[in-house]
């Protein structure tokens, strides 16, 4: 078994913080999980900001935003 050059060093990637994830819209910044009231090509839908793969992202869904 080759053993590693010397001088080499292992590096190891930084990690992964999820309270530095966060969803835009509207000007603002929302956390994992909140929900908020999207625009969308069918009217106004709820939107949960989800983690996709590891990338933030809004889910919309099917539900009309509330009347306020």
């Known amino acids: 078994m080759a053993s590693a050059p010397a001088g080499a060093q292992h ?13 835009r819209a509207q000007g603002r910044t929302f956390a994992l999980g909140e929900t908020i009231c999207l625009k969308t090509a069918e009217g106004p839908r709820l939107a949960q900001c989800r983690m996709e793969i590891n990338v933030m992202s809004w889910s919309v869904t099917s539900k009309p935003c509330p009347e306020s």
């Open 11 to 23: 590096v190891q990637a930084p990690g992964h913080n999820p309270i530095d994830c966060y969803c």
